[in-house]
C-alpha cells in the first residue's frame, strides 16, 4: 500500500476518533492523529495516522463474533499489514491483534504485536470510533 493510498483511505473516515500510539524496538514513533475504523466487504480496515511520517494498518475479519477480546493473525486479503516509520513502508512479516469491539461495532480498541520483514517489533494500543 502507498502513502497515497492509506491518504485516500483517511478521507473516507471524516466521522472517526481516537487514539493510537506505537512503538519500534521500544521507542515511540506514532502518536496518532487521523484514524479509520471502517467496514470494507468482509473485513475491518483499522489505521492510525500521525499526518506526516508514519503509519500503522491493518485489519480483522468482520465475521468475528460477539465483543471480543478477539486475537487476530495476520492473514492475508483484506488491508494489508503495514507500517510506516519516517516515510518508509514495511510489511508485516507475523504477529497480531488484539481487539475489542463496543457500541454496536461502532468502536474498537486494542493492541497490536507485530514484527516487520525487516525483524523489527513494532507494539501499540489503539481505541478509534465513529461518531
Known sequence: MTDA???SLLKEAKN??????AEVDQVPFLRGKKFLFLK??????IVGDDSGEHWVTFSV????????????KKYAGGLAWQ???KKEVEDVLSGSATVTFENDRTRVKGEI???LVSGKKVTGKFDVWNV
Open 5 to 7: 493510498n492509506v491518504r
Open 16 to 21: 472517526s476518533s481516537g487514539s493510537f500510539s
Open 40 to 45: 470494507v466487504g468482509e473485513d475491518y480496515f
Open 61 to 72: 475479519p468482520a465475521s468475528l463474533e460477539e465483543d471480543g477480546p478477539h486475537t487476530v
Open 83 to 85: 507500517v510506516m516509520i
Open 113 to 115: 504485536d507485530f514484527v
